[in-house]
């Protein structure tokens, strides 16, 4: 297993292969390896771009750690200098992919992550709450015994007046008999369906008349209220709103690049592949992307 993870950015990079980089006084030199130094933007960098196991260590170890990293990649830079290794067209091929995705990293961070509102997030909870179906609820209490008979005994004490939840106290099978078979709330989907079917049928403050029979055994249900489900709070969903926030202002960030720039793509199958990736992006099917490492 790797004792570390070192993710070289363009910025750092260029460092690695620079004999005189321009820092500014500000900057110091933390480490040197041979004539290389490691200055404290590329510590800062090396620690940004932790394996995300090492990124939960307290934060001296954390520095260790990417110091370690960083004065591996030195030492092993050093050697791929001497070899001119910096000169070839291979390393010249990458280094130009790794600052166009450094290029699109920074734009993206500034013009995507950045640059969203807090009151925009709020302003598209409040759209999609709005647009949500109504989803009915019931807050319900049970009493579930063994057999058929005995839920009968309990629908004819009920007629008799008799309290729902003593009964339930008293001759519930059910690990919630103290809370007088309390289910509290919930919605379709959450019960077994003959237990739903008989619940949702219901009117708020009645019980089922017969008995209801499930995997469970017998049941005798109440329902003490019935709602419209309320929505998540806002701070229960806010990370999610957030990211189709992020979604509409990437997609319109490629749109009009797009507008200003042709793409032109040669591979007929690669073509056929991009255009329903786009598809799938303008649609809104398309998760946001993550800056490229």
Known sequence: ?????????????????????????????????????????????????????????????????????AIDVKLLASGALAEGIKDTEDFKKRMTYIADRELHN????????????????????????AGLPKQEEVHARHILVKTEDEAKAVIADLDKGKDFAEIAKEKSQDSNKDEGGD???????????????????????????????????????????????????????????????????????????????KVDIVDPALKKGYDEVSKMQDAGDAPVPAPQQ
């Open 106 to 129: 920074a734009y993206f961070r500034k013009h995507v992550i950045d640059a969203v509102k807090p009151e925009e997030v709020k302003a598209r909870y409040d759209k999609e709450i």
């Open 1 to 69: 297993m790797l004792r570390h993870k070192f993710l070289v950015t363009a910025a750092l990079a260029a460092a690695i292969f620079s004999q005189a980089p321009a820092f500014s006084a500000d900057d110091p030199v933390v480490a040197k390896v041979g004539s290389l130094e490691i200055r404290q933007s590329e510590l800062d960098l090396a620690v940004q771009n932790l394996d995300p196991q090492l990124a939960q260590l307290p934060e001296e170890q954390k520095k260790v750690a990417a110091l370690s990293g």
């Open 183 to 261: 289910l509290g709330w919930f919605g379709r989907g959450r019960m077994v369906p003959e237990f739903e079917e008989a619940a949702f049928a219901l009117e708020k403050g009645t019980y089922t008349k017969t008995p209801v029979q499930s995997q469970f055994g017998f049941h005798v249900i109440k329902v003490e209220d019935k709602r419209d489900a309320p929505p998540p709070a806002f701070e229960q969903v806010e990370e999610q709103v957030k990211q189709l926030v992020m979604r509409d202002k990437y997609v319109a960030l490629i749109d009009k690049a797009k507008s200003e720039q």
